[in-house]
């Protein structure tokens, strides 16, 4: 397993703040139906996974602005994202699971006392459901969403806001991420950032050379023991 670990470590008082989308759980797929369904409802058939992509990471809000200018779709933004977080919460109610081995990093962290939150570009409403669905929902109860803030990533809004709900300076907090704007996010906040790529192919992006933890081969790399040691300043050498 390749794994980049700066020297610099984190906070020895460090609070943890995770993305959701990507990073805690494999809800990419149905936000990509989602979209999928949405945009064919207003005009737009035969929408790809491959389009989806350069989204990931990217505010819903923000995402569908995008895709409204492209597409020449003549409905508010607003409506859009109604359509798609009706969607969402549809499939996300149905079927979304926690990757196996970022569940054990929250358990991990939760078991040493670090204050943990979560920062999506996904709507309140969006997050608690996953959170509930997952089971995650009793260990991480301070939440950020985007639409609580007044822009999403990769302005750092979310990540500050999480610390100051925290109650932790920004320079003591760790992001994990899974997206180059949620990783330039940390970056602008301040902040130590732990990068697992849900796209492994975008590993090598300008974005994520400034986080501490790099795991380039993504989720099926991602080692819960060897970041919590990185983060809690435990660990005894790196690579």
């Known amino acids: 397993m390749l794994v980049r670990m700066s020297f610099s470590r984190p906070s020895r008082n460090p609070a943890v703040i995770f993305d959701l989308d990507g990073t805690l759980v494999d809800s990419e797929p149905n936000y990509y139906e989602a979209g999928r369904r949405v945009l064919e409802q207003y005009g737009v058939p035969g929408f790809s996974w491959d389009q989806h992509t350069r989204f990931i990471g990217t505010g819903t809000r923000e995402t569908l602005e995008i895709l409204r200018r492209e597409y020449g779709i003549e409905a508010p933004v607003d409506e859009l994202l109604a359509a798609k977080n009706r969607a969402y919460l549809e499939l996300a109610g149905a079927h979304t699971e926690a990757f196996p081995e970022m569940r054990r990093f929250v358990d991990l962290l939760h078991a040493a006392g670090v204050p943990l939150a979560v920062a999506s570009g996904s709507s309140r409403a969006a997050i608690e459901a996953?959170?509930?669905?997952?089971?995650?929902?009793?260990?991480?109860?301070?939440?950020?969403?985007?639409?609580?803030?007044?822009?999403?990533?990769?302005?750092?809004?979310?990540?500050?806001?999480?610390?100051?709900?925290?109650?932790?300076?920004?320079?003591?907090?760790?992001?994990?991420?899974?997206?180059?704007?949620?990783?330039e996010a940390a970056r602008r906040a301040?902040?130590?950032?732990?990068?697992?790529?849900?796209?492994?192919?975008?590993?090598?992006?300008?974005?994520?050379?400034?986080?501490?933890?790099?795991?380039?081969g993504g989720q099926k790399e991602f080692d819960a023991r060897r970041a919590f040691e990185w983060v809690t300043g435990r660990a005894t050498g790196g690579n």
């Open 130 to 183: 996953v959170l509930a669905r997952t089971g995650l929902g009793g260990v991480l109860t301070t939440l950020v969403s985007a639409e609580e803030v007044a822009h999403g990533k990769p302005e750092p809004d979310v990540f500050l806001e999480a610390a100051r709900r925290l109650g932790a300076a920004p320079g003591d907090c760790v992001v994990v991420e899974d997206a180059p704007p949620g990783a």
């Open 190 to 216: 301040g902040m130590g950032c732990v990068a697992v790529p849900y796209v492994p192919g975008t590993a090598g992006d300008p974005a994520f050379a400034s986080a501490g933890l790099l795991f380039p």
